[in-house]
C-alpha cells in the first residue's frame, strides 16, 4: 500500500524558532500533498494544499507567511512553522494523494510543542 | 453545503457487537466517501471507502451503507472488537478536487 511518512514524529521548540516537518511519499509520486492540524479531541484541519513545483494554496485563516509550505518534488513536502509561539502547538498531519481520482494516504503525524 | 455531519460523537459498544455510525452531506457533487480510522497519537488511516453508484460496500467487518436519495452514509463494524478502538471519521470529496471535507469523528470504545 501506499506509506507516507513524516520526520520528526514530535519536536519540542523554544518560542520565536523556526521548525521544519518533512512529508515523503514512499512507494508513490504525489502530485498533490495536504497539510492538516489536529487539535486534541477534534476532527482534521485543512491547512494547505501544494502541487510539485507550484505554490501552495492556503485555507482561509492560515497564515502563508507562518506556515511556509515547499513542494519541491513528487515525493518531498516540507512545513516550516516561523517563528513558533505556544498557540501553535498542535499536532501537525500530511497526507498525499495519487494522480487522478485517487485517495489520500497520511502520514503518521508529528507533534509539536513550543515552550 | 460544505459540511459533512458526523454522529454519535462518542460511542461505547461490547465486544461482539455492532458499532455503528452515521454521516450526513448536502453537496451532491460528492463522489467519494471515505472512512478513516484514527489511533492516539497517530494518522488517519483509511479503512473502505464508496462511491455513489452502489449502496454498500463491504469489506471483512467494515461496511458502508449509502443512501444517494437522503444523502447519507455509514459505517457498520460488525463483530466489533477492543482493537476497534479508536477515532472514526467519515469524509467526503468531488471528483474535481482532492480536498477531503472531514466529519467530526466519532470515539469508539469497545468493551471486553
Partial sequence: GAVVSQHPSRVICKSGTSVKIECRSLDFQATTMFWYRQFPKKSLMLMATSNEGSKATYEQGVEKDKFLINHASLTLSTLTVTSAHPEDSSFYICSAGLAGPGTQYFGPGTRLLVL | ?112
Fill in chain 2, 1 to 112: 453545503q460544505q459540511q459533512v455531519k458526523q454522529s454519535p460523537q462518542s460511542l461505547i459498544v461490547q465486544k461482539g457487537g455492532i458499532s455503528i455510525i452515521n454521516c450526513a452531506y448536502e453537496n451532491t457533487a460528492f463522489d467519494y466517501f471515505p472512512w478513516y480510522q484514527q489511533f492516539p497519537g497517530k494518522g488517519p488511516a483509511l479503512l473502505i471507502a464508496i462511491r455513489p453508484d452502489v449502496s454498500e460496500k463491504k469489506e471483512g467487518r467494515f461496511t458502508i451503507s449509502f443512501n444517494k436519495s437522503a444523502k447519507q452514509f455509514s459505517l457498520h463494524i460488525m463483530d466489533s472488537q477492543p482493537g476497534d478502538s479508536a477515532t472514526y471519521f467519515c469524509a467526503a470529496r468531488t471528483d474535481s478536487s482532492y480536498k477531503l471535507i472531514f466529519g467530526s469523528g466519532t470515539r469508539l470504545l469497545v468493551r471486553p
